[in-house]
């Protein structure tokens, strides 16, 4: 008898979950556990557009992996995936390789750039911590040269953000509070700095509660964000956007937040996609292969009564590695595997530190400063399943007001 070997791919949301219930549930005799991830650390990808405007900082949104992961009982390895092997049931890394019994695949998002013309090239993307770390640090370098500079071009202290989504709002709320700070410290006046965030929809946040989202828009344009919305980019160019086809509109930092995909490691490894990502068995099994489960932001998961799949977020992604980890074990012993059931507990998102909105439950929706805690506790209880109550009180949200 030889152990079967579990190998989960990302210390994303979706893997750091299936690892610890894995621990949990299957004692150390019973499978090999190895969790693969590209940095020694785990990051919280929910809090990315508050590192990317400098209102937090990086650290507070990193949990190194060890500290929450017994590396006694799970094998670390920190490595890039270059591909998996299905037929050979092999993950190629940089630097090695490793077979397996069961892969979990949940190596996340990247940015989606839809083949829009330049957009990779000149734009910055929110993806992972340095990404984020390089969007505000070009910002701030953005008003640290502007005083120093003879033409004093106002152009360059703009910042252009693509996408009205959820995560283009939450980064605009954020820069709407980090710019004061900025124009404090290197002299500029506030009314000189552009937020402009430009959505191709007829609104922000399309498809979201009508009266949350005017409530939104509100929040923001009070404290200085300008909307372009029907304007629909379809170029970037080392000066800005151009939108609906000729306009171009000018800023120093260009952030690019219209759109997700899976992870393009599942592409170079031959799994069959549809939009960048795998529709998967209703018991997260990849349709292909009985031993790879795939989550997160790597898979779609049908929602039976819309008949669309829903969309991608942490709170799916835990969901689902609740479920996986349990089919694993299921699989292991040859039992019935469980279908996956969605329970949505709703949005909150933030409109910087302030203000945020969303519904919770069954459409019951928050404003303002209940809306704030709200995402606090959200935010709080992510890290209390990643890493229990010594991981809130070292890198949790407390804010009065
Ligand atoms: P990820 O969290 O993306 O984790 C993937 C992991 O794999 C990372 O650790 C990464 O470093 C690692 N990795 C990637 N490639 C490789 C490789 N080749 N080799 C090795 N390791 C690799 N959702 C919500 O529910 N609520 C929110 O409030 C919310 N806010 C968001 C705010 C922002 C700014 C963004 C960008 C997203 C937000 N989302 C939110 C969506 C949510 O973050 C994602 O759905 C979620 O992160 C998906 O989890 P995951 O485990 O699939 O992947
Ligand atoms: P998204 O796909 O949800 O939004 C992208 C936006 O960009 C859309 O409004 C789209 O109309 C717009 N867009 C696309 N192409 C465009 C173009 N050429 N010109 C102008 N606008 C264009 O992506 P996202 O905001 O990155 O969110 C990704 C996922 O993460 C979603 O599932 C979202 O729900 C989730 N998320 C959730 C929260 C939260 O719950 N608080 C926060 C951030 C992200």
Redesign the pocket.
């Given at each position: 008898y030889t152990k079967p070997k579990i190998v989960v791919l990302g210390a994303g949301y979706a893997g750091m979950v299936t690892t610890k219930r894995l621990t949990q549930l299957l004692s150390a005799e019973e499978a090999e556990i190895v969790l693969v991830n590209k940095h020694n650390y785990h990051y919280e990808s929910?809090w990315l557009h508050e590192v990317a405007a400098g209102t937090i900082n990086p650290n507070q949104a990193r949990v190194m992996i060890s500290d929450v992961i017994n590396p006694n009982r799970v094998r670390l390895v920190y490595d890039a995936v270059v591909k998996v092997d299905k037929d050979n049931q092999r993950v190629e890394l940089e630097n090695g390789e490793l077979d397996y019994d069961i892969l979990v695949f949940a190596l996340g998002f990247e940015s989606n750039t839809?083949g829009?013309k330049g957009m990779k090239e000149n734009a910055f993307a929110i993806e992972d911590i340095d990404s984020s770390r390089q969007i505000r640090d070009h910002i701030e370098y953005q008003f640290s040269r502007y005083n120093n500079s003879p033409e004093k071009d106002d152009a360059s202290l703009a910042i252009l953000v693509?996408?009205?989504?959820?995560?283009?709002i939450?980064f605009v709320g954020e820069l709407s509070e980090r710019v004061p700070e900025l124009c404090k410290k290197y002299d500029i006046d506030r009314s000189k700095v552009r937020i402009i965030n430009?959505?191709?929809?007829p609104t922000i946040l399309?498809g979201f509660d009508e009266e949350l989202v005017a409530y939104g828009k509100k929040s923001l344009e009070d404290r200085g964000v300008e909307f372009r919305l029907g304007?629909?980019?379809s170029e970037c160019t080392e000066e800005g956007f151009i939108v609906n086809d000729d306009e171009l509109i000018k800023a120093g930092t260009v952030v690019w937040?219209?759109?997700?995909t899976g992870n393009s490691v599942l592409g170079n490894s031959g799994f069959e996609l549809f939009r960048g990502k795998v529709n998967v068995n209703s018991d997260l099994r990849d349709p292909s292969s009985d031993h790879v489960f795939i989550l997160g932001d790597c898979s779609w998961v049908m929602n039976e009564e819309t008949g669309r799949p829903y969309?991608?977020?942490a709170q799916i992604a835990i969901q689902e590695a609740d479920t996986a980890a349990a089919n694993i074990k299921a699989l292991l012993y040859g039992e019935p595997l469980q279908d996956f059931v969605f329970d949505n507990k709703g949005?909150?998102?933030s409109l910087g530190k302030k203000d945020a909105m969303g519904t919770i439950f069954e459409g019951t929706k928050l404003y303002g400063r209940k809306a704030v805690y709200m995402k606090q506790i959200i935010d709080n209880r992510s890290l209390y399943i990643i890493g229990g109550p010594k991981l809130i009180l070292k890198k949790g949200k407390f804010r009065l007001f």
């Open positions: 929910t839809f829009i693509g996408g009205g989504g959820f995560t283009g939450e430009v959505e191709a929809g399309p304007a629909k980019i937040t219209g759109g997700v969309p991608p977020t949005t909150v998102a």
